[in-house]
């Protein structure tokens, strides 16, 4: 009988986490990153950087089958972490690196994928925390394709440059703002390469940031060069991680989470988009993406839930025109407030 003589004497006394550590043994050894049970959902981050697709699709199926023989385990996730170089792998030494950081500190915002509301987010947590008294700047890294100076409506101007330094354009809410949407015209293409990318994103970060701590940065979607430059040459302080409710969408959200954890950066938290849409003509409550989804898995991944906000037309409509609706009044003000206020504990609680 396998026997961990720490958990008890046989294996009914033992976790379903011990048991489900002992079963991926074998079918997945060091590839498993992060491995998490709760409430019956195994939650399992795989490391597949030096695998192809063919031996990704095979490690995830026999994981899955190894996972789901666990008693005590009903549900199992399966995330795995970006494809990258291994000698390009960031060093997990958060503490050193901050240590060694001068200049605000950075909270960045991610996602797994693409159009879930991380911009947005970015930009309300910061007019938000603004509005709450704290000095805060933003970043907008999605340097592929920046939104933030039209959400944040300081769109053509352009910052202006002291030494070898930007500086950072002021915005109508005291959230002054860095990004490659104020230095490249609008709806000119940027098709840079990596390492080109990760030196853009370090003349945003290392601006002359006068007053500010706390710099929130919205990252690009997914698991590449950028986030990966970000990681290794600006240690972020904590990660916020956004996401809609839907199950797919959230086991992107693990594959980012997976990719913080990996280099050390501890994560503040998840936050759900786009749940519970109500009618602006009936009043109806309605749940296109579902509800609930990234709270449960923040739970079973052992992480907080920072809060939720509705799927509402009034935030794309204020967003697009520049008026970022942390900066109004009324329910969708409130539930940006309350993430800020949560995040902004958080931060107070870090040395
Ligand atoms: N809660 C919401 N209710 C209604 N519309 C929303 C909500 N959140 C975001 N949107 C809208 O959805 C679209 C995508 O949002 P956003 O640009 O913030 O996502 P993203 O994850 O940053 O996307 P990308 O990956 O393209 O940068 C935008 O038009 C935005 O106004």
Not at 185 to 205: E, H, N, T, V
Not at 230 to 255: E, N, W
Not at 285 to 308: N, Q, T, V, Y
Request: a negative charge.
């Amino acid at each position: 009988m396998d026997e961990t003589p720490s958990h008890g004497p046989d294996a009914g006394d033992r976790e379903p986490a011990d048991l489900a550590r002992a079963a991926l043994e074998p079918v997945a050894g060091n590839a498993v990153q992060t491995l998490r049970v709760a409430d019956g959902v195994a939650s399992v981050v795989l490391d597949v950087a030096e695998l192809d697709r063919l031996a990704r699709d095979r490690l995830e199926i026999a994981v899955r089958g190894a996972l789901r023989q666990v008693p005590g385990v009903a549900e199992v996730r399966v995330a795995m972490t970006a494809e990258r170089d291994p000698s390009t792998a960031p060093t997990p030494t958060p503490a050193a690196a901050q240590g060694a950081r001068t200049g605000p500190r950075i909270i960045a915002v991610g996602s797994g994928k693409g159009g879930v509301g991380k911009s947005t987010l970015s930009t309300n947590l910061a007019v938000a925390m603004a509005r709450q008294g704290r000095k805060v700047g933003l970043v907008d890294a999605d340097i592929y394709g920046p939104s933030q100076p039209r959400l944040l409506a300081n769109e053509g101007q352009r910052p202006e440059a002291q030494g070898n330094k930007l500086v950072p354009v002021p915005s109508p809410w005291g959230v002054p703002l860095l990004s490659m949407g104020h230095l490249v015209p609008p709806g000119q293409a940027i098709a840079w390469r990596g390492p080109m990318a990760g030196k853009a994103l370090g003349q945003l970060i290392d601006a002359e940031w006068g007053d500010v701590t706390d710099l929130i940065v919205d990252l690009p979607p997914g698991t590449g060069d950028v986030q990966l430059s970000m990681l290794q040459s600006h240690k972020p302080a904590g990660a916020v991680i956004v996401s809609t409710p839907q199950d797919l969408a959230l086991m992107d959200a693990m594959r980012a989470i997976g990719l913080f954890e990996q280099a050390g950066v501890p994560i503040v938290g998840l936050v759900e988009n786009m749940a519970g849409y109500i009618c602006p003509h009936c009043g109806e409550e309605s749940d296109p993406f579902g509800i609930g989804g990234a709270e449960a898995a923040a739970k079973a991944m052992g992480h907080a839930f920072l809060g939720r906000i509705p799927l509402q037309m009034s935030i794309r409509v204020d967003s697009d025109g520049g008026r970022p609706p942390a900066a109004g009044e009324g329910p969708v003000a409130d539930a940006f407030a309350s993430i800020a206020r949560r995040l902004s504990t958080w931060l107070d609680n870090q040395k």
